[in-house]
């Protein structure tokens, strides 16, 4: 019997330490649980933001890649104003060779002209408005007989042109005894810095 209440005893002892081992291992898996909860919570949260980032950083290339495209297919050619080789010219004198250019543009596409009328520095100009100082003006209503394609060529050169030109208005009339003339009323503006 006392080798009973021995084998008892032990079993207590073996018993207390089992359950005081099941309580502390409870109380461990009570704190890492909520860590290891979090750990994965943050984990998904990285995964997450990184799929974000890498389709934003897609979205931004491909917005990039149409922005350059779009802005090669639509890039506007800034052109520069006249600048006479002399100083202290009137209006007439400073714009004298960008109109002999234009003049060169109407012979070289077979274009006659009927009539040309000048007003320099015009009151209703911007450029002569806002900027008196800075640039000299001259407004040319020209009244042309062409052919559609010789017309064609005059405007394709005349947007090739180097400096900048303000085409105000083009009527176009076909001439009445030959479809194939046109009768051209065209206004465009010349302007040549000051300086």
Do not use: C, W
């Amino acid at each position: 019997m006392q080798e009973f209440e021995l084998y008892l005893r032990k079993l207590k002892v073996v018993i207390l330490i089992l359950l005081a081992a099941l309580v502390g291992l409870g109380y461990i898996v009570s704190k890492i649980v909520p860590v290891v909860q979090d750990i994965v919570r943050i984990k998904k949260e990285y995964e997450t933001a990184v799929t974000t980032l890498a389709d934003k950083e897609r979205t931004l290339a491909n917005l990039k890649e149409k922005t350059e495209k779009a802005n090669k297919e639509n890039k506007v050619q800034i052109k520069e104003f006249f600048k006479p080789v002399e100083q202290g010219l009137d209006a007439e004198s400073a714009i004298a060779k960008e109109f002999s250019e234009i003049l060169v543009a109407i012979r070289d596409n077979a274009i006659k002209t009927r009539s040309i009328k000048y007003t320099y520095n015009p009151a209703d100009d911007n450029f002569v408005k806002n900027l008196p100082d800075k640039y000299n003006v001259a407004k040319m209503d020209i009244e042309m007989i062409a052919t559609y394609k010789d017309f064609e060529r005059f405007l394709k050169e005349l947007y090739k042109h180097e400096h900048f030109i303000d085409i105000s208005s083009i009527e176009i009339a076909a001439y009445p005894k030959d479809k194939k003339i046109l009768i051209i009323n065209f206004q465009m503006k010349l302007y040549a810095e000051k300086y």
